[in-house]
């Protein structure tokens, strides 16, 4: 049996990279986390650090640890959140993890709904893009993640439970019309994050050409200022469009490749309450915008 402290002890280090930083933030001194460290070793009986010259990393074994530890960690965390929100919506605790063009455009009308329903309902939200959103679901960190997927993005981990918000169009964005992807061929393309970009290259192989990227950026409001200051084109979502819209820019629909919008909750249904709410606040929030 595994103790929890100690557990959190190699969480800490693995996240912050040091013992000292670990100690830091878990407010012990460094020799009590170094002391939790040896135990740790020694009743696996596996070797969990190895020093580097005046700091520690983590070998494979403790890579291996660390990760069942946040996850063991997070699901405890998830646990109590969902015994409060039982006790009932006037308490409790809802985390969200979600990408940056949702947060700007549907996060918000969900959450004050939310507010005005369950004002004692705390939420938290993180801004991450989808695979570590998923992640931090899969490992009880969070209640909902709110990701998007294109038509070739692959299957979500087992046991995520998808519940479809909104298909969001994506744009072709210049300074000047064209007639499409292909009348860009020789352009320079701005490519945003993974996701995106694999879906750009998707997009221009159908048409017959690989798009040289010059710049890239994960920041949607970047992409877009590069497109007004006539650096090259790129391809952006609507809801991105709805957060921010850059003076000068032109954007022309591409129909037949929108992205597809989620609210993702792990484990069987029903969720709990909490989660539910927060789930069908950004349900309406989405048919909002889907209606205008």
Do not use: K
């Not at 650090?49 to 700091?55: P, T, W």
């Not at 940056?100 to 004050?112: E, Q």
Request: one cysteine or more; proline letters at 5%; aromatic letters at 4%.
């Amino acid at each position: 049996m595994f103790d929890l402290t100690r557990l959190r002890v190699i969480d800490a280090v693995a996240r912050s990279g040091s013992v000292t930083a670990a100690a830091r933030e878990l407010g012990y001194s460094q020799p009590s986390v170094s002391h939790h460290l040896a135990r740790l070793e020694s009743e696996t009986g596996a070797q969990l650090l190895q020093r580097v010259g005046r700091g520690i990393r983590l070998t494979p074994a403790g890579q291996l640890l660390a990760a069942r530890a946040a996850e063991i960690l997070g699901r405890l965390d998830a646990a109590g959140a969902e015994l409060s929100a039982h006790v009932g919506l006037n308490a409790g605790r809802v985390r969200l993890a979600g990408f940056s063009s949702a947060i700007g455009s549907l996060v918000p009308d969900a959450l004050a709904a939310l507010a005005q329903r369950h004002p004692d309902l705390q939420v938290t939200l993180t801004d991450t893009h989808p695979p570590e959103a998923l992640e931090l679901l899969r490992t009880g960190q969070v209640e909902v993640a709110l990701i998007f997927r294109y038509d070739e993005t692959e299957p979500e981990p087992e046991g995520v439970r998808l519940h479809h918000l909104l298909d969001d169009p994506v744009y072709l964005l210049s300074t000047h019309r064209g007639r499409g992807l292909a009348s860009f061929r020789d352009a320079t393309w701005i490519a945003g994050c993974d996701r995106c970009r694999s879906h750009l290259l998707s997009l221009c192989a159908v048409e017959g050409f690989e798009p040289r990227i010059g710049y890239t950026s994960d920041d949607m409001v970047v992409m877009q200022s590069l497109v007004a200051a006539g650096l090259g084109v790129t391809t952006i979502p609507g809801l991105a469009l709805r957060a921010h819209r850059a003076a000068g820019t032109v954007a022309r629909e591409l129909r037949g490749s929108p992205r597809h919008v989620y609210a993702a909750t792990y484990g069987e249904a029903p969720d709990p309450p909490a989660t539910a709410a927060l789930v069908g606040a950004l349900l309406e929030a989405a048919g909002t915008v889907s209606a205008s």
